[in-house]
């Protein structure tokens, strides 16, 4: 079954930022699709089984906090 998590994500602020964000979580196992919009903040992740302490993780190894 296919799930969604929305994180919050401070400091993204150009492409570098998103790409980064989106590489990490795009390397967790589970994960299909990670849409990341500068203007909001806001990073969607959909995928099976997702993990949040990995997702978590993933957010923060690209160097930002997920809230």
Do not use: F, N, W
């Not at 998590?5 to 299909?32: F, N, Q, W």
């Amino acid at each position: 079954m296919s799930q969604t998590i929305i994180y919050t994500v401070a400091g993204m602020t150009c492409d570098h930022c998103k790409r980064a964000v989106a590489g990490e979580l795009g390397s967790v196992p589970g994960v299909t699709r990670v849409a990341v919009d500068l203007d909001t903040k806001l990073v969607t992740v959909t995928g099976e089984e997702l993990a949040d302490e990995a997702l978590r993780a993933a957010i923060e190894e690209a160097g930002y906090k997920a809230a």
